[in-house]
């Protein structure tokens, strides 16, 4: 916008100051026309025309004006000024307004930019802040929640209540991971693990929450070697959305076929699916909108390639795992 207004403000400038010029090329012609003392012009003799006089004129090689001639009734005195001497003026004009136009801009960019500083930087403090906050939090949680979990496990009760409270205290755990994910760059670990068995997992810790829901997995034994609490983030954050955006008699498929990994799920339509991955997007007021991001964030970082498709109120996510496939002669994890 800057740049904009700076080049119709000096357009104008640069027509006024070629007017001048014009302007003052046109009174050393009528100048001109009654000493006949400058070099630059040439004279001619021309018809009379319909063309007014002392009125500068312009065609491909001169600037003119017409004068009269002595006392003839037929013939004009033409006064000529060639454009080859004219062009290099407004050649000079351009290269002035020029260098004055970068010295504007950079001075008005400096100043947008030192206004811009200023501006935002008590909000970029105030969210530096909230961040170490946030994470201060995250960090403090991480403490009850691990003593929960393991005195859960201690316990090893089986009545309804304990499953219930194991349940939502994983959630909780898994909801934590997922905010430290997001906040902190952990290095990547690469190791081997069997993909069916993180499944399940994942699978068993869903299907008693959302128990209305209809599930088929069908997932070879295939061995990757990746990062694995980074591809169990993966499998959670899409599963999580799968389970919450599902319909109320709904599904969700786990298939595998040549080294894609798919996950099928009902759903109610999705409004723009190009969002879906961008961060605190959300089609409805559920979650906060980083799940998907967080699976884009990690695949990226896995070097894994996903697709989105929706067809007929079906959503899959599919993520290509060749690249990740650990291939030997053994079927084993080495």
């Given at each position: 916008?800057?740049?904009?207004?700076?080049?119709?403000i000096f357009y104008q400038y640069y027509k006024v100051e070629e007017a001048h010029i014009k302007n003052n090329i046109f009174l050393e012609m009528k100048n001109y026309s009654l000493s006949f003392d400058d070099e630059r012009f040439d004279i001619d003799i021309v018809a009379?025309?319909?063309?007014?006089?002392?009125?500068?004129?312009?065609?491909?090689?001169?600037?003119?004006?017409?004068?009269?001639?002595?006392?003839?009734?037929?013939?004009?005195?033409?006064?000529?000024?060639?454009?080859?001497?004219?062009?290099?003026?407004?050649?000079?004009?351009?290269?002035?307004?020029?260098?004055?136009?970068?010295?504007?801009?950079?001075?008005?960019?400096?100043?947008?930019?030192?206004?811009?500083?200023?501006?935002?930087?008590?909000?970029?403090?105030?969210?530096?802040?909230?961040?170490?906050?946030?994470?201060?939090?995250i960090h403090d949680l991480n403490t009850p929640l691990t003593s929960i979990l393991i005195n859960l496990k201690m316990i090893e009760g089986k009545d309804e209540e304990w499953e219930s409270i194991s349940r939502s205290a994983k959630n909780i755990s898994m909801l934590h991971?997922?905010?430290?994910?997001?906040?902190?760059?952990?290095?990547?670990?690469?190791?081997?693990?069997?993909?069916?068995?993180?499944?399940?997992?994942?699978?068993?810790?869903?299907?008693?929450?959302?128990?209305?829901?209809?599930?088929?997995?069908?997932?070879?034994?295939?061995?990757?070697?990746?990062?694995?609490?980074?591809?169990?983030?993966?499998?959670?954050?899409?599963?999580?959305?799968?389970?919450?955006?599902?319909?109320?008699?709904?599904?969700?498929?786990?298939?595998?076929?040549?080294?894609?990994?798919?996950?099928?799920?009902?759903?109610?339509?999705?409004?723009?699916?190009?969002?879906?991955?961008?961060?605190?997007?959300?089609?409805?007021?559920?979650?906060?909108?980083?799940?998907?991001?967080?699976?884009?964030?990690?695949?990226?970082?896995?070097?894994?390639?996903?697709?989105?498709?929706?067809?007929?109120?079906?959503?899959?996510?599919?993520?290509?795992?060749?690249?990740?496939?650990?291939?030997?002669?053994?079927?084993?994890?080495?």
């Amino acid at each position: 916008m800057i740049a904009l207004f700076l080049l119709f403000i000096f357009y104008q400038y640069y027509k006024v100051e070629e007017a001048h010029i014009k302007n003052n090329i046109f009174l050393e012609m009528k100048n001109y026309s009654l000493s006949f003392d400058d070099e630059r012009f040439d004279i001619d003799i021309v018809a009379k025309n319909k063309q007014p006089l002392y009125e500068l004129g312009e065609d491909n090689s001169t600037l003119f004006i017409l004068v009269p001639f002595q006392d003839s009734q037929e013939d004009l005195l033409k006064i000529l000024y060639p454009k080859q001497q004219f062009l290099p003026l407004l050649k000079a004009l351009k290269e002035k307004l020029l260098v004055q136009f970068l010295l504007f801009f950079l001075i008005a960019m400096a100043l947008s930019l030192l206004a811009a500083w200023y501006t935002l930087r008590p909000l970029r403090n105030s969210l530096r802040l909230l961040e170490d906050f946030i994470k201060d939090i995250i960090h403090d949680l991480n403490t009850p929640l691990t003593s929960i979990l393991i005195n859960l496990k201690m316990i090893e009760g089986k009545d309804e209540e304990w499953e219930s409270i194991s349940r939502s205290a994983k959630n909780i755990s898994m909801l934590h991971q997922n905010l430290d994910c997001y906040l902190r760059e952990a290095q990547s670990q690469e190791e081997r693990f069997v993909l069916s068995e993180l499944i399940e997992e994942q699978v068993a810790f869903f299907a008693p929450l959302y128990d209305y829901l209809q599930w088929e997995v069908n997932v070879d034994s295939v061995v990757l070697h990746t990062d694995k609490t980074a591809f169990n983030r993966i499998l959670y954050n899409i599963l999580s959305n799968a389970c919450k955006y599902n319909t109320s008699d709904g599904f969700i498929t786990i298939t595998m076929d040549k080294g894609h990994l798919m996950i099928s799920n009902n759903s109610y339509g999705i409004d723009k699916p190009e969002k879906l991955f961008q961060r605190f997007y959300k089609e409805s007021e559920r979650g906060l909108g980083i799940g998907l991001h967080i699976v884009e964030k990690l695949c990226t970082e896995l070097g894994i390639e996903k697709t989105l498709t929706v067809d007929n109120h079906v959503v899959t996510f599919t993520l290509s795992l060749p690249q990740v496939i650990f291939k030997s002669p053994s079927d084993g994890i080495l």
